[in-house]
């Protein structure tokens, strides 16, 4: 999955738009998405995932995909913030509180109405945010974003480590898929105990190559003469877009109006 990201922020249909107006937006949409309550927020993640995927042309299956990993992530963080308990004589104390509840032994269990209210809220930001960085991620490159950074002023060794990172992460990923393949292949994962097993295998042999990767990219780098700065190629010429721009314009208008009101 995350060659195919790599492969759509190359080839989305918003690739010819301004980097900087991309990012800008999707920087005013992260503000606002944290600031707006809870119904603002589901609607721009519902403006954003139009974005993306009518404007940008990603399957819709995809995206899908990409906003449960996150909400996955956020459904077992709620669990604690809606289920409370006391003991039973302050039942009267937060009688006004409790949705649903049961006794058990010398506790009382229940679902906070206010607990339920934060976990609302909190998983409402958490989409819309993710969603915006998904725009960032998903429509504008890694060089790019590096470049535009760079025009910003920020430190050359920041600059190295992200791209380095980037690099890694498929590296990695290719390999531990690699893997995981070939040991599927010879029925590595048939049962719980062999699948342990595997799994060990795994992780110590994806060690061992990651190492063996990175020990290869710094003799390369050596070998090119490094000198301790990055250096990317880029010729790319955008053409901004009237009707994007107005609205986006138009679009962050509203919302902040709508906020404003809250």
Not at 43 to 55: E, Q, R
Request: proline content about 5%; charged content about 10%; hydrophobic content about 50%.
């Amino acid at each position: 999955m995350s060659l195919h990201l790599a492969q759509f922020a190359y080839t989305n249909r918003l690739r010819r738009l301004p980097p900087e107006h991309k990012l800008g937006f999707a920087i005013a949409l992260f503000i606002l998405g944290y600031m707006a309550p809870p119904p603002l927020q589901w609607l721009i993640t519902l403006w954003v995932g139009v974005w993306i995927v009518v404007y940008g042309g990603m399957p819709l299956p995809l995206y899908g995909k990409l906003l449960s990993l996150p909400l996955g992530f956020a459904l077992l963080s709620l669990p604690p913030l809606v289920l409370s308990g006391v003991s039973l004589s302050q039942i009267g104390e937060i009688q006004e509180d409790i949705w649903q509840g049961f006794a058990l032994g010398g506790f009382y269990l229940y679902i906070s109405q206010q607990g339920v209210q934060q976990a609302g809220e909190i998983l409402s930001r958490a989409i819309a945010l993710t969603s915006c960085l998904y725009f960032i991620l998903l429509t504008i490159p890694l060089i790019e974003l590096l470049r535009l950074l760079q025009n910003l002023k920020c430190p050359p060794l920041i600059l190295d480590l992200l791209l380095l990172m980037y690099r890694f992460i498929f590296l990695l990923m290719d390999t531990a898929n690699a893997l995981f393949l070939a040991q599927n292949a010879r029925f590595g994962y048939r049962s719980f105990n062999t699948s342990l097993r595997s799994l060990g295998l795994l992780i110590t042999q994806l060690l061992h190559r990651t190492l063996e990767n990175y020990r290869a990219s710094v003799l390369g780098l050596q070998s090119r003469g490094f000198n301790g700065e990055f250096r990317v190629l880029h010729q790319r010429r955008y053409s901004p877009s009237l009707r994007y721009s107005i609205e986006a314009i138009l679009g962050l208008i509203l919302i902040i109006l709508a906020t404003l009101k809250q």
